[in-house]
């Protein structure tokens, strides 16, 4: 797989938009109180680097890091100072 198509298959997997390009991302955050999203995204990032070996070799690596970015952007969205 080149990395032009590890890139859409990790940012926007067709199979996940939904009605008006809706990503099911989205619906899930909207779904979830912001403890329970990040709680979420921390699961997505451990099963992605707990199974890379074995199965998706880079493009886990890549999905897990798509995941923790996300995390870092939902954590960044409090405005809580760091510690």
Same mark, same amino acid.
């Given at each position: 797989m080149h +990395?032009?198509?590890e890139n859409l298959v990790v940012e926007s997997p067709p199979h996940?938009?939904?009605k008006n390009n809706l990503q099911c991302i989205d619906c899930i955050e909207a779904s979830l109180?912001?403890?329970q999203f990040k709680g979420y995204l921390k699961g997505c +990032?451990? =099963?992605y680097l707990w199974r890379?070996? /074995? /199965?998706g070799k880079t493009t886990d690596?890549?999905?897990a890091?798509?995941?923790?970015? =996300?995390? +870092?952007e939902t954590e960044s969205k409090t405005g809580r100072p760091n510690r």
């Open positions: +990395i032009e198509e996940y938009a939904g109180t912001e403890e +990032i451990l =099963k890379y070996e /074995k /199965k690596l890549y999905k890091r798509w995941y923790l970015d =996300k995390l +870092i």
